[in-house]
């Protein structure tokens, strides 16, 4: 124990003392005091705004600490005094794992199996019937249906051996039958079961190149596609790549989906925030861009990449085209590598806003392989088919030398390959029926119902946050979640702080409490110091959403009239 | 712009120093010459079905219903499937909620782990806790996940077999820390002496280096060992006593080619010896769907055990788990099923015993015929593959062609084996992939081409060896060693 305070005192003081330059305490007199003046200051704050911390930040440790008495032994008589000894303890397990954090499914998450578990038990146990999962984007845990041409193909090329049958045509539509043949076709030895090659199939990766050439209108390259078991591992992939050590940096949305900031701390890097400005629809300014770089650079940081989320999570707007142009060229004049996280492409509510993906804004700029290195991020969970327990997905890696294209794929080779299904599912979301296929008309209505629907329900939900006292929210244009910002009353934020805890995480944990609704702090995913939020999927199915916005409304009330200042 | 971001020398040290052999300048060049239209066997991966072996039925029917839920509702469906391959569907989507097209719980589907702690009872005479089992896409996730628990810098250092699974170097370097390698004793059968063991970590810690944990890999890859319970007894005192992580690597357990020695788990020989070992012996021990007689690479299926990590390590593991979400989940219904396949009595049994037993006494048969065809070569020494999937002959170079290799830019064994690619079309490692004692030259083989093309496999690389011999030896008598 004596050695573990030892090594963590030391910790902190090098982590202090390595920090300390960029935690943003220093005076800028020349900025008038705004929300955006105070960007370097902590993104996760998950503690009360009077002890700011940040990511970064020796505090946050402790803070962490003191927040999450599971993780962290309290006294030497806990449990873990068993293990003191042994080699992996919370002690001596790399402190990169400790540091990392994903908020998606934390505590609230946990509680909430819990109170699941007691309305098995006992159905009256709560005041609700059931836990409603608005934490993470996870359609058909929701009751989605799947896409049936896509399931009819994968049930297919999983069973290959019923293809010829005449009883497989009563069951099957003919071109689900026909596809399942392509895809065996393009698989050596029609093994499904076999390792393939580290990139994925060669025949799926055409199919996809060829859908992205369609989406676009410039051409994709196979040997560009890089298939991977949903793009989180992509992402790891990159950030594996670029950051050597936790001087390198990587531009991140604040708020941003947390994969970013658990994925750089876990290889060991500095997480550099740009904040995007929730008074303009979660706008993306190229001037705060600029500022973030020029802070980081004078910390010494050395910033290697942009991460943009376009369709935004948890914030869900779509870029425009023209800021998507200035976002290259910035890239392009930094020598950024530009990560373009464009899994919810297909999710866009919004008839004045399009879908424009990274690759096809630097090609109409004339910008090529030799002038933007950009990496785009695709997956088979989102979109209308929403197929997040396959894990299927890709990254289009353009504009890096061939040795650095063999150097990620020695990587990706470590893992051997991703999963079949969901390669093959990859190369169906990007090409699926055509007109005059067998499956068009079945397959359009299915995709137009989900997608009406999800637009809907984002309506309804965001009305009715809005209609709350000291509650905004920004429009759902894209992606599956709304990001509320709720003014919490001092006495909340002074109940929150007695209860140790992030006062959004206090209103979270109550309204979880009080409904059975499951909704993700806004601290999870970073936001402006002293605003709070929260994330919510429009996930439910739309008999439900009624329901959730009368029991919302009622807890708010409460809440309000318990804490109102 | 002079340097960008990922040019060469810009990229993270770890990245460039990391070695995977298995898909590296062999499989690359025998690629190549496929695509010039050459004929090649590809023995490099363990990968049963891209070389003819059919998946066995039952899992695909049931695979195939969970895909495609609709169809249990088809007065049809009988026509096409058995009764219990879709009940069992209908069982393994009771656990989920939203099908194979949600993510799970990020440990995995709980109904599933609590099925593998089942079979894991069952198979080891002691309970196991579902809590403690994750699911993962393929073992070697699940090794990843391990070693980055453990692997804090390069003062860091893991024991690993030498030969050993390249998936260990690569992941140690990729993660910044220090592979400490322990050498298999080639003419004791590979066996794994224990004071070469404390050798090893004297020597690690005499560089400063802090030994955490220790790999073994049983049944041997690539050296088809079996381990045996006394030896196993050893492995585990020496952890207890060194105070390491033993890390149990049991992918290959259910492919056995002898019965002298039949597998026994880490776990089962670490509970057989009692308090206050088996209360304290951090162990985690991985699985696979890949291996075995079903093969299913494809899949990315895979489990690990964790025997007596603290909670709250238990935990930290749970939250980098929870970042990837959750393991595929038709490769969590696959490790289901290889858990629980069909029982007498089923109507899908007769079949599943038939398919499986066809699998493993054809690879007892192609082990021996391969074991056999190098020893009958010159030059060439092989131990038997008592396991796992591979077989690894020490090839005794003569000393020409050690020089011509070297003339020639390559690792000696490298030279030879693009000299059997370039003659013969078979595609194998070279063993300085794995790791060998220095001037011993070895090449790895799998065991999976078809039964009826191993003995031409064999006679054409006798024929190749006869003339690389012819070409490079002295004929004053044999090469040293």
């Known amino acids: 124990m004596r050695r573990f305070v030892a090594d963590k005192t030391r910790n902190l003081v090098r982590r202090a003392s390595t920090c300390s330059p960029t935690c943003p305490v220093s005076p800028r007199p020349h900025h008038p005091p705004s929300l955006l003046s105070q960007p370097t200051s902590p993104p996760f704050s998950s503690s009360s705004p009077s002890h700011p911390s940040s990511i970064t930040s020796p505090l946050r440790f402790l803070t962490a600490a003191a927040l999450h008495p599971l993780s962290f032994p309290a006294s030497p008589n806990s449990m873990a005094s068993n293990y003191s000894t042994t080699p992996v303890t919370l002690q001596s397990v790399n402190p990169k794992v400790l540091k990392c954090e994903y908020a998606v499914r934390g505590e609230i998450v946990t509680l909430a199996q819990k109170l699941e578990q007691d309305l098995k038990q006992n159905p009256d146990s709560h005041p609700f019937d059931e836990i409603i999962y608005c934490n993470i984007g996870n359609p058909q845990s929701l009751g989605q249906q799947p896409i049936t041409f896509f399931r009819e193909v994968l049930a297919l090329c999983d069973h290959p051996a019923i293809l010829d049958r005449s009883e497989t045509q009563g069951l099957f539509s003919a071109d689900a039958i026909e596809r399942a043949f392509q895809i065996l076709d393009q698989i050596p030895g029609r093994a499904t079961g076999a390792y393939s090659h580290s990139q994925g199939i060669k025949g799926l990766r055409e199919t996809i190149a060829a859908g992205i050439a369609e989406r676009d209108g410039f051409p994709a390259d196979p040997n560009d596609i890089f298939l991977t078991d949903g793009a989180s591992p992509a992402v790891h992939m990159m950030m594996q790549l670029l950051i050597r050590s936790e001087k390198d940096g990587i531009l991140c949305p604040i708020p941003q989906y947390p994969l970013y900031s658990a994925s750089i701390a876990l290889h060991g890097g500095t997480l550099v925030p740009y904040y995007l400005d929730e008074a303009t629809g979660w706008g993306l300014e190229i001037s705060e861009l600029k500022k973030q770089l020029e802070t980081a650079k004078s910390n010494g940081v050395c910033v290697r990449a942009l991460v943009v989320i376009n369709p935004g999570n948890p914030t869900g707007q779509v870029l425009a085209e023209d800021n998507q142009c200035e976002i290259v060229e910035f890239c392009k004049n930094e020598g950024l590598v530009l990560l373009a996280d464009e899994v919810y492409q297909e999710n866009i509510y919004v008839p004045d806003k399009q879908f424009h993906s990274f690759k096809k804004v630097s090609r109409s700029m004339g910008y090529g392989e030799k002038n933007i290195s950009l990496v785009s991020f695709q997956s088979v969970s989102k979109g209308y088919y929403g197929e997040c327990g396959k894990r299927g997905g890709y990254m289009e890696v353009t504009g890096f030398s061939p040795e650095i294209r063999e150097q990620i794929y020695k990587v990706a080779s470590v893992n051997l390959c991703s999963n079949i299904s969901g390669q093959i599912l990859a190369s169906l979301v990007m090409n699926p029926p055509k007109v005059g296929d067998e499956s068009y008309e079945s397959y359009t209505g299915e995709k137009d119902g989900i997608l009406s629907s999800l637009a809907k329900r984002a309506k309804t939900l965001e009305d009715a946050l809005n209609s709350l006292e000291g509650v905004t929210c920004n429009r759902a244009e894209g992606a599956m979640y709304l990001f509320p910002r709720i003014d919490l009353p001092h006495k909340a934020i002074k109940a929150a702080e007695a209860a140790k805890t992030a006062p959004d995480a206090f209103y979270a944990r109550r309204l979880l409490d009080a409904t059975g609704v499951v909704v993700v702090p806004g601290s999870g995913f970073g936001q402006v110091p002293g605003t709070w939020h929260f994330r919510c999927t429009i996930l439910p199915q739309e008999d439900k959403i009624p329901a959730i916005v009368s029991r919302l409304t009622e807890f708010h009330k409460k809440f309000m009239d318990e804490f109102r200042d | ?481």
Not at chain 2, 137 to 145: I, L, T
Not at chain 2, 167 to 177: D, F, K, P
Not at chain 2, 349 to 362: I, N
Not at chain 2, 427 to 434: A, D, E, L, W
């Open chain 2, 1 to 481: 712009m002079s340097s960008k971001p990922l040019d060469y020398e810009n990229l993270n040290k770890n990245v460039k120093e990391c070695q995977y052999a298995v898909r590296g300048e062999l499989y690359l060049r025998a690629s190549e010459l496929q695509k010039e239209g050459k004929k090649i066997i590809f023995t490099n991966v363990g990968n049963p079905h891209a070389l003819g072996q059919k998946p066995l039925t039952f899992p695909r029917q049931v695979i195939a219903l969970c895909q495609a839920p609709f169809l249990l509702d088809d007065p049809n469906v009988g026509l096409v499937f058995p009764a219990d391959a879709i009940a069992r569907a209908k069982h393994f989507l009771s656990m989920t909620s939203g099908g194979l097209g949600a993510y799970s719980d990020s440990r995995g589907i709980p109904g599933v782990r609590k099925e593998v702690a089942e079979f894991i009872e069952r198979r080891d005479g002691y309970p196991s806790d579902p809590e403690l089992i994750y699911l993962t896409d393929g073992a070697s996730k699940g090794v990843m996940q391990i070693l980055n628990a453990i692997i804090r810098g390069e003062g860091d250092g893991v024991l690993v077999p030498v030969p050993q699974y390249p998936l260990y170097s690569a992941t140690i370097s990729l993660l910044g820390g220090t592979l400490v390698p322990y050498y298999l004793e080639e003419t004791a059968n590979w066996g794994l002496d224990v004071n070469n063991l404390r050798q090893s970590v004297a020597q690690a810690r005499y560089k400063g280096i802090t030994v955490r944990a220790m790999a073994i890999i049983n049944p041997g890859n690539p050296t088809g060992q079996c381990l045996s319970e006394a030896n196993l007894k050893d492995v585990v005192k020496f952890c207890y006593q060194e105070n390491l992580v033993l890390l149990g690597d049991e992918v290959y357990q259910q492919n056995i080619y002898q019965d002298e020695r039949p597998f026994i788990s880490a776990r089962k020989v670490l509970m057989d010896m009692g308090p206050p070992i088996n209360k304290e012996l951090q162990l985690v021990s991985f699985h696979t769907v890949s291996k075995g007689y079903w093969g299913e690479c494809g899949q990315r299926g895979g489990y690990f055990e964790m025997t007596n990590i603290p909670p709250k390590s238990v935990e930290e593991i749970y939250k980098v788990a929870s970042i990837a979400l959750s393991p595929n989940v038709p490769g969590q219904i696959f490790m289901g099923l290889m858990v629980n396949p069909p029982k007498p009595g089923d109507i899908s049994y007769e079949r599943y015993v038939r398919e499986s037993k066809a699998v493993l006494e054809s690879l007892r048969k192609r082990a021996h015929i391969m074991t056999d065809g190098f020893n009958s070569c010159r030059n060439v020494v092989c131990n038997f593959t008592e396991g796992a999937m591979y077989s690894f002959p020490q090839i005794r170079l003569p000393p020409k062609a050690i020089e011509a290799a070297k003339k020639a830019g390559k690792v000696p064994d490298v030279f030879y084996c693009l000299k059997l690619l370039e003659a013969t079309g078979i595609s194998t490692v070279p063993g300085s992939g794995f790791g060998q004692k220095e001037g011993v030259f070895h090449l790895r083989t799998t065991i999976l081409p078809a039964e009826e093309d191993m003995p031409a496999i064999m006679a054409s690389f006798k024929k190749f060896n006869d003339e690389f011999m012819e070409q490079y030896e002295d004929h004053k008598g044999y090469s040293r060693m």
